[in-house]
């Protein structure tokens, strides 16, 4: 029995493969997250076992899909990266979109009771969804984690304020955004410090500038400090200067490694370990010190 | 602190609104899913089990997304469908799949225990890719369904007699696919019956006709056997007649219902009882007995 | 000597290919025409030569792309139809709509000298810019005519009364706008008969209607006077009836005409003459009359 | 008279904004101009005037559109690159695609009766169509800019050879194809030479190399004899060393000009003599000569 009468509708799918040469982005993003985090009663402004979960679902995506070369988070969303050589799915859209957000959310409900012990989940259940976008240049990827980073940095803060304002200063909500409006960052450091004793450079650094997820490879680090470092987020300026830590942009065709090597390397790949840190990746010394990140190659 | 000097990595985000009056399928499909029932040991060529599963999670996702007017599911692959009229998400391609394939997957890590309490989940988990296709007219729209459950037929009748020939004739997967090469269906039904005894048309409509997901309104049925019948696919020009049952694909501008009448619509569908049935719907039988599938309006 | 090396470049190109079972609707614009009209001294608020010559491009493009059903034409800008059917260039958006932008390019400047014997053109010169859209249904497809013939009408009512404030009531641009600020249709009907004793509907329809273009065959019309009427464009709402002069849009896959089927039809769209007609096409008589548009056949 | 009740149709209009900091190319290619070039008589294996005419067209495009940065054409095809930074027309694929090929297109029929004086143009008239392609770094831009032109001397060679066979050699279309098959250029050169004393280094550079066109700005070069230098075609492995011409690909944002600057950036660029030259652009000497073009900043 022939299919062919119906299969005329295979026509109407239409390609979505991304542009080569480019950076690829998944960004995932929690759906209804403000309702589902008072379901479980998420503590506020940050809660360190819901923010763990996100952290352990994002390592296991970078665990099933070796292709990915850094991941950053922060809150309920998450940022996957493919290298600009990557070809997994042939570069489909969708594919790749869809097989991250899936992956994630199997990771997500499948670890929720170690995190969760006492808090079951029951539907409606915990979803993301995401989309990819591309970036031709590698300063271009930077900028767009610079710009999850700082975005970080400016809610941390004010959610940080608001909730002493609130747990703290006894505000109610309105009160708290009210007193809220206007303020610089140098003015929420000092309501924090002047009526609550609390020095925003102590928060954990989880909180300050999430989480980066990446492959770890064991050689001798040139930047042996990096994962403790805690310095404040630098002047977005200072991310003016050329990028000096990765290959450049103006490379042609992928080179074809022999396949021996592609698969070495892909060994590689999988057996690295994989770190979760809280630290800078606005200035050079992050990328630096991980050439491999950019440059897509094991050491 | 403004964030303004990367913003500027928004207008990277390109925009993937899908053409307004048009059908909506997103199809999801198992990744790797010959060597994840290998791993748990699914029951060849069907495991209810797994099946039911899979019904379990796309009951999740109609009970989540009430925008979707149906769904139809077979092996590990599932297609929704959202009504020409949708609106949800502002028809984004990349929101609409990711919702579908992100809650589906959560409903099966999270179902999974109870359908398979003796094989715990261990990673690699299972996860789901995805597309949406879209259809301009209600006729592509069937058409596509009609392909999906031809596919269905087509495929269990091969693997029926297939692990027959396998199981109980004791033939290898080899000799098996070799002993099939060829065969036309009436072939495999001969096959079947006179060597194993096995009557096809007494296999569980399930595994014969795969399973549609639905809304049900009580009200009386025009069509009230239709859960039940269990006729033979009807032979693929059936279904050239012209569509009757369902509203004509000349209109303009989705109505505007009035708001209270548009909520009282979204009520009836979020009240409405979702039905799984393993039926035909390559003729207009179930599209008539269920016109609000095809108008989009609740009864 | 091998291209290899460079020729992975070819893997930059997207493809572009449009939904197929849609109308496609070509729209060009004069691209800078306020300043292309000043130079060659177009007349306000209508410049016959120069519509007629639009129109004779249109008739050009006709001509060379049998595939298309219709066209109409206001102003600087045209609009060509594709049947739904259509598969020239694989319906390529890029392909078709260049080809439809060149071609009509090259009559106007090849015509020109026609129209405007007394005014060679110089550089900069005349050009246009186009885009492809896609409507799924008739009823989208009419309403998209329709919406262009009404949006003729409300421009041409507001020039001609804006040029007759100027031109003989002496008013100078400005006052003449501001005289017309707020004002409704009846407003504007009533200032040009009461105060320069025109009769708007005594104007050409080649103004208030725009230009239809079209193939013709010479066979019995049921609607003979369709080409000479002059009624007013009727109140919107009339056309929210049901359509009853076209083939209904649940049509499945395109009906394979044999080959020679389709030659034939071909060639007689190729010998069909080709009108220009300033009639109605928002009321149904335009395409009951010329059922072959809709359908895509030739009688 | 409101226009709303059609106005919803604009919805179906989709966005094709192309991905910002890439290098956009749009290439034009004659339609039908095999049976165009027997139509006029065009002189085998290339025709001065035809080629000619295609450069002068080029020249007006270039003209009308100061965002371009060069121009590359053979045959009846030519290829216009827009900077990275352009944001012409909010880079919207199909305004940029049909814009320059209506402005090519009447360029074309109005230079024509000077090029080709004894010939007038008929219907149907030549046009083009066209197609936008991004690359993201300026090593895809130029590896597609050395594509083409190796793409020019293969084909000449071949073309230069077959018409040799032909036209001095004697033989018919179908001997000439089949003496031709399997053979490398150094067999070509060998023919040409051993049997009609032709020695293909001494060709015009137009045919060999096709035509680059683009701004000159009236600077001291640094590669004084750019535009007559006639060498062969370099190996293609020359061009795989980094680019050490142009600036790096890792900017960010584009630069923001003060508006004052960018006008005069604008005005330089609209001054610059437009140059059509017949040389290798393979090779980093002609991009190093001539830097303004990959900075797209006039000197």
Request: charge should be positive; charged fraction near 40%.
């Given at each position: 029995m022939a299919n062919s009468k119906y299969e005329y509708v295979r026509a109407f799918e239409q390609p979505d493969v991304l542009l080569p040469n480019t950076w690829i982005v998944v960004r995932i993003d929690g759906r209804g997250f403000h309702g589902f985090t008072t379901k479980y009663k998420?503590?506020?402004?940050?809660d360190v076992q819901a923010l763990e979960l996100m952290n352990a679902a994002a390592d296991g995506v970078m665990r099933e899909l070796p292709d990915l070369v850094v991941a950053y988070g922060v809150s309920d969303e998450f940022s996957f990266v493919f290298h600009k050589d990557c070809t997994l799915f042939e570069r489909r859209a969708s594919k790749l979109t869809t097989t991250i957000v899936s992956t994630f959310s199997s990771y997500y409900v499948y670890l929720w009771p170690k995190y969760f012990p006492d808090a079951p989940l029951t539907p409606p259940l915990p979803s993301f969804d995401g989309r990819a976008v591309v970036y031709p240049s590698a300063r271009n990827l930077r900028d767009y984690m610079s710009w999850r980073q700082v975005d970080c940095h400016i809610n941390n803060l004010y959610n940080t304020t608001f909730w002493a304002l609130v747990q703290l200063g006894g505000l109610d909500a309105k009160a708290a955004e009210k007193e809220l409006v206007g303020t610089l960052s140098a003015d929420k450091n000092e309501i924090l410090f002047s009526r609550f004793k609390i020095n925003y450079n102590n928060e954990p650094d989880m909180y300050k500038k999430g989480s980066v997820v990446f492959r770890d490879f064991d050689i001798p680090s040139t930047a042996p400090n990096a994962l403790t470092e805690a310095a404040a987020i630098p002047p977005a300026s200072a991310s003016t200067k050329r990028l000096s830590s990765h290959p450049p942009d103006d490379a042609g065709p992928p080179q074809s490694l022999s396949k021996t090597a592609t698969e070495r390397d892909r060994k590689r790949r999988v057996k690295a370990r994989i770190v979760v840190a809280h630290i800078d990746i606005i200035r050079d010394e992050f990328w630096e010190a991980r050439p491999w990140i950019l440059s897509g190659k094991a050491p």
């Open positions: 998420f503590k506020k402004p940050n």
